[in-house]
């Protein structure tokens, strides 16, 4: 079974896995099995579907890895946000099924907590139908597994307060699941602009978080309110909002550090993550090598180191049953993931430099760790070198002065 972007489809591949539009989790567009229509590749491409999963010898061993129930309880919480979403969109009138969404976010918790909490095989839901839909689940995801992780960290460095403020993870992915939510008063014009925003449209769309704030606060737990507020406030003290103190009107100084309630230093992580590798109305989707090399770089400072180096070792840069090409120019798939050596997977011979498919004994696995001389270097037609450099370790790079 292999990940197979969908311009690449071929006839006669056939489907390991369902194709499923997250709005209709429940009646896919295409069974397992089925070897897909040539006809509907357009079709899938006008969806938002980016890649699919083929069958494929002898990576049928991967379907073991592939957890059917974490993709199930991904789109369940999908249907609750679009749910909420769409009553306030319709009635311009808040009415939060908070309930509703909580229990969604504890279902999912739950389950990660029972399965491995990894995200290997994470399955990013696109934006073919609504981008803040589709975004709001993602970083809610993103966010939990982030914390799960931290919080084993917290636990085995006995960092006992750190631990008791990551209690109750169902707060962060409620307010994962809001953070973007004050974007529904931001106008159309603005949010879905293709190109650049003014200094006054920009202004606008950074009250975003204002406007949530206000939205919410009085409907969830100040936990929960503080993610949809303060999830663009930077560690280094940059970011937004400014606020003012309600006495003297003056502007307070920013938020800095750990003054930033943890829940948003998680949430800030997995918002950028997520808006970067997803498709925009102003840009395409990069791939995840890209955005964590550009987070190393573009973002010095940002995020709270520790927090930074836990989802390095959380995100794969190369997803389990993608295809690469190796730097001696054999294809490969990737078969696992080294949290502690991100950018050099474990990999599955496929096809020799010239294209051939190599035979079954030639079709060796090479954990990269152990070959210094051999790097990934393609992936998709995309030269992926720059990007792997600045990746060899999970440790972030340290901020600017
Ligand atoms: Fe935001
Ligand atoms: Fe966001």
Known sequence: MLRVPVHAIQPGMVLARPIALPTKPDRPLLQRDCEIPMDLVPHLKRFGIREVWVRRRPFEFLEDLLDEGAIEHHRRVYLQVRRNF?????????EIDVAGLEKAVGELLAFLRSSDGSLALFEQLDAFDNYLMAHSTNVCYLALVLAMNLQRRSIAERHVEQAQDLADLR???????MH????????????HKPGKLDAREMAEMRRHTTYGYQMVRRHVPPQAAQ???HHHQRWDGSGYPRLGDSRTGRELPPLAGSEIPIFC???TVADVYDAATMRRCYSEAKLPVQVL????????????PQIESVFYQTVPPFPIGQTVGLSDGVEAVVVDFHPSSPARPRVKRLRSPKGEALPPHAQEEIDLRDVPELEIAWVDGQDVRPYTACQQSSVPEPALA
């Open 86 to 94: 769409e009553a306030i969109l319709r009635d311009s009138t808040l």
């Open 180 to 191: 973007d939510m004050g974007k529904m008063l931001v106008s159309r014009e603005i949010v």
């Open 227 to 229: 993610v949809v507020l």
């Open 171 to 177: 707060l962060l992915g409620l307010g994962c699941l």
């Open 293 to 304: 090399c550009e987070m190393r770089h573009q973002c010095r400072g940002f995020f709270d």
């Open 265 to 267: 230093r998680i949430a």
